[in-house]
Structures are given as structure tokens and as C-alpha cells.
């Protein structure tokens, strides 16, 4: 059997994972055939096999590129944007092009009431995400840019709980110009920002 260079084999994962998450977001978890996702790159299943034990394994990957890429955007954002802005520009990741995205977030959300390993990916990613957020809460509230009257963790809860519960209103047929301006004024208030009422 002819060896794989590392970068080649990194490389063609990472392809098959884009794949994954591509035709899951519009076929969804259930739908979606490991033949499906090999055709749409133009490569056996048998090849997936060399890179993927299964279906589950290979959303399991899927997740964690998912995250990470929202990580690494959410930094970039929060680095250089006023903080509502940045969680506006978090939640349009969120939202994704498409409400297919949004239902492909949900089916994996399901899974992770009966895949621990799913589960234990998003509960490491949320409590990273919480602790960031937390943290600069704090630094925000010493310098008198958020109420200082209100538990940070408590903010930062409040907000990520906003943020998932607006975004699924979206499969329920909410436009997401809504979602958005909606997210950026109850944000404000849960912030104690006066400024609510500008567009989003």
C-alpha cells in the first residue's frame, strides 16, 4: 500500500469534512449517506473510510471544525468591534447563509442527547466560550462600559441563552434582519447600554 504524505492526508480530511458539513447542512444528519458525501467530492466511500470510522466519527469532526472557526472569527471580532456588534457578527456565524445550516446545528444538537462524545465537544467549547466572555464582561465593567450591578457569568449566560434560543426562530420563520436587531436591543438592556434603539 503506497504511503500518504501527512499534508496530503491533513489536506484531504479537511476536504471531507467540508463535504460533511456541506451536504448535511442541505440533506440533513439523517439524510446525508457516507456514498452521498463521497460522490459530492468524487471519491469512494471506501476512501472516507481510511480518514472516518463512520458517520458519527466524522460529525464528530465536523463539530469541532464548526467551533473552532467560530472561535477563531468571535476573537477577531471582539478584538476590534464595540461588544454588541461583535455578538451581532457571532450570531449572522450562527445564522449561517441559510436556514439549512441553522437545522443542521439542531440535528447535531439532538445527538448530543445520546452521543456523550458529541456532547462532551459542546459542553468543552461552551464553558471555554462562557469563561472568555465572562472575563471580558468583567474588564468591560471596570471600565464602566457595562452595569456594574449584575453578575457577569449571569450577562454572559443571558446573552448565549438569547442567542440560541433567536437564532432557532429562524426555522419558525422569523427573518433574521429581525433576529438581529431584536438580539442587539435585548442585549443592550441585559447590558445596561442606553444605546438600543440604533440599526443593527
Known amino acids: 500500500m503506497p504511503k500518504v504524505i501527512p499534508e496530503y492526508r491533513e489536506e484531504a480530511k479537511k476536504k471531507i469534512i467540508a463535504a460533511g458539513f456541506e451536504m448535511m447542512s442541505q440533506k440533513g444528519y439523517c439524510a446525508t449517506t457516507l456514498d452521498d458525501i463521497a460522490g459530492h467530492i468524487g471519491v469512494s466511500k471506501t476512501t472516507l473510510y481510511l480518514y472516518f470510522t463512520n458517520k458519527e466519527d466524522l460529525v464528530i469532526e465536523i463539530v469541532r471544525s464548526v467551533h473552532a472557526e467560530i472561535e477563531r472569527q468571535a476573537i477577531e471580532f471582539f478584538k476590534t468591534e464595540p461588544i454588541l456588534d461583535a455578538y451581532v457578527h457571532v450570531l449572522d ?29 459542546h459542553e468543552d467549547h461552551m464553558n471555554k466560550v462562557i469563561e472568555r ?68
Open 133 to 200: 466572555a465572562t472575563a471580558g464582561l468583567i474588564i468591560l465593567q471596570k471600565r464602566g462600559e457595562v452595569r456594574r450591578d449584575a453578575d457577569p457569568r449571569t450577562m454572559t449566560l443571558a446573552l448565549v441563552a438569547l442567542m440560541s434560543g433567536l437564532s432557532s426562530l429562524t426555522l419558525k420563520g422569523i427573518e433574521a434582519d429581525e433576529i438581529r436587531r431584536r438580539f442587539y436591543e435585548t442585549g443592550a438592556i441585559i447590558l445596561g447600554m442606553p444605546d438600543f434603539n440604533r440599526e443593527v
Open 93 to 121: 456565524l450562527i445564522l449561517g447563509r441559510d436556514l439549512k445550516r441553522v437545522g443542521f446545528t439542531h440535528d447535531i444538537l439532538a445527538l448530543s442527547a445520546r452521543n456523550p462524545a458529541i456532547r462532551k465537544i
